[in-house]
């Protein structure tokens, strides 16, 4: 299992968009099922207003970065549309399960 977090820090008055656009139903999910080897993600809710993290799973390291080959037109419109939302965004790591 392949686990990929970020860490973003929401615009004031942005947190309802950013999280449709990030939550398990929002249009990076979307894109996600369209893709093998996608399990889920998780948005999470910071202490600090307008801070969250997302947690992306996937089967694999090569279903990822299949995923990330395929899908760098609509990833790049997707991404587009969150940076319009965020302050800024720090990639945490990409993990596999032990």
Do not use: K, N
């Amino acid at each position: 299992m392949l686990v990929i977090i970020r860490e973003y820090e929401v615009q004031p008055g942005m947190q309802a968009a950013f999280e449709r656009l990030h939550g398990a139903e929002g249009a990076w999910a979307a894109l996600f099922r369209e893709h093998a080897g996608y399990v889920g993600t998780e948005l999470l809710r910071g202490d600090r207003t307008g801070v969250y993290l997302s947690i992306d799973r996937w089967q694999s390291e090569a279903q990822y970065d299949a995923f990330l080959a395929g899908a760098r037109e609509q990833y790049e419109r997707i991404d587009a549309l969150g940076d319009a939302l965020t302050l800024d965004e720090r990639r945490i790591g990409r993990y596999t399960a032990c």
